[in-house]
């Protein structure tokens, strides 16, 4: 069994009296959509960013991938 979650449409005063309330449905999957005047915005969680990702196409690996760039001579 499924439950669909629907979004709900409050205004900003509604939304800063029942902000606990506002963010346990926030928690549980709802996107809420606060209206100002005419401007409209929206409350939901955001998935953590993990380490994984942060540095996805910054960098770029050079070279041999098991050399350290260390010069080591043999001994004798």
Known sequence: MSVSVSDMRTASRDFQRDFARMKARARSGEAIYI?????????????PRTWQGALRGKG????DLFCTGIE????R
């Open 35 to 47: 209206s100002s005047g005419p401007e409209e915005f929206v409350f939901q969680v955001v998935k």
């Open 72 to 75: 080591l001579e043999a001994s």
């Open 60 to 63: 770029q690996i050079k070279g």
